[in-house]
T-cell receptor, first 113, second 109 residues
């Protein structure tokens, strides 16, 4: 099993450009999450999904959109990138609910110039 | 508001024992997680406490006191590979994880 994978691993964008980050898991997990991690701060939840076809806003959803059309995939979109979105983005998944451990992908390092 | 407090950085010696403390204030409580994160890598799960007391798992133990809003992670027989950040994350009443900024642990020979 590959676990949780993220594509791409690195990306540099110019302000105003758009992109989509892909997260895939092969563990048949129900819940999936998108976080951003900035230096000196804890992980911050952007959006999450409790099942195929469902999404919900987290702590810092502005400027991002998500979709979960298939159970194994969770996409994070940036419609118009801003320098404040420079960060490391992690995707995670859990089997059933929040009591279960989260399995993280390797992260995407995004720089917006 | 919700708040997690853990030391920014700690230093310990190889072979020794270190205790990383975490105090939290959350709206409701449904358990507390500890994760390990090596530099440049993703967090990995260490422990989950939902009841008061000590949970032991090999060289790592985690303690919880719900009444005090306090937890600690105890690492024994420290190895160089234990150099990492340790993240404390309580689960609030909405079953959302509230992540601390983490404690960077530096192990010296």
């Amino acid at each position: 099993n590959a676990g949780v994978t993220q594509t791409p691993k690195f990306r540099v964008l110019k302000t105003g450009q758009s992109m989509t980050l892909l997260c895939a898991q092969d563990m048949n997990h129900e819940y999936m999450y998108w976080y951003r991690q900035d230096p000196g701060m804890g992980l911050r939840l952007i959006h999450y999904s409790v099942g195929e076809g469902t999404t919900a806003k987290g702590e810092v959803p502005d400027g991002y959109n998500v979709s979960r059309l298939k159970k194994q995939n969770f996409l994070l979109g940036l419609e118009s990138a801003a320098p404040s979105q420079t960060s490391v983005y992690f995707c995670a998944s859990t089997l059933k609910d929040a009591h279960n451990e989260q399995f993280f992908g390797p992260g995407t390092r995004l720089t917006v110039l | 508001g919700q708040n997690i407090d853990q030391p920014t950085e700690m230093t310990a010696t190889e072979g020794a024992i270190v205790q990383i403390n975490c105090t939290y204030q959350t709206s409701g409580f449904n358990g507390l997680f500890w994760y390990q994160q090596h530099a440049g890598e993703a967090p990995t799960f260490l422990s989950y406490n939902v009841l008061d007391g000590l949970e032991e798992k090999g060289r790592f133990s985690s303690f919880l006191s719900r009444s005090k809003g306090y937890s600690y992670l105890l690492l024994k027989e420290l190895q160089m590979k234990d150099s990492a950040s340790y993240l404390c994350a309580p689960l609030d009443s909405n079953y959302q994880l509230i992540w601390g900024a983490g404690t960077k642990l530096i192990i010296k020979p």
